[in-house]
């Protein structure tokens, strides 16, 4: 098993964007919302998560239309063990 991180969906969105990843060890996942000029708007954490195939819903109410990179991190202690980028558009 391997970590990946997957494409939101569905794309564009406008109230959840449904992110499916994999995990190859337990870590704490935390979901990091950046705007199109690289402001953190959001910082969802999922906490522990065991291995195998996961979804996250990332909430996004309160965002305005546009684009935004969504960053998985996996922290096994205080070491990040992977992390990831992916894209959405938010459309109201």
């Known amino acids: 098993?391997?970590?990946?991180?997957?494409?939101?969906?569905?794309?564009?969105?406008?109230?959840?964007?449904?992110?499916?990843?994999e995990m190859a060890t337990s870590g704490n996942v935390d979901f990091t919302l950046f705007n199109v000029v690289g402001q953190k708007v959001r910082a969802i954490r999922l906490g522990p998560t065991r291995p195998g195939h996961h979804t996250a819903e990332l909430a996004l109410e309160g965002l305005s239309t546009g684009l935004y990179v969504y960053e998985m991190s996996v922290r096994s202690g205080r070491r990040t063990v992977f992390s990831d980028t992916g894209k959405f558009v938010v459309i109201r």
């Open 1 to 21: 098993p391997t970590f990946a991180l997957q494409a939101a969906y569905p794309n564009p969105t406008s109230d959840i964007a449904s992110v499916p990843f």
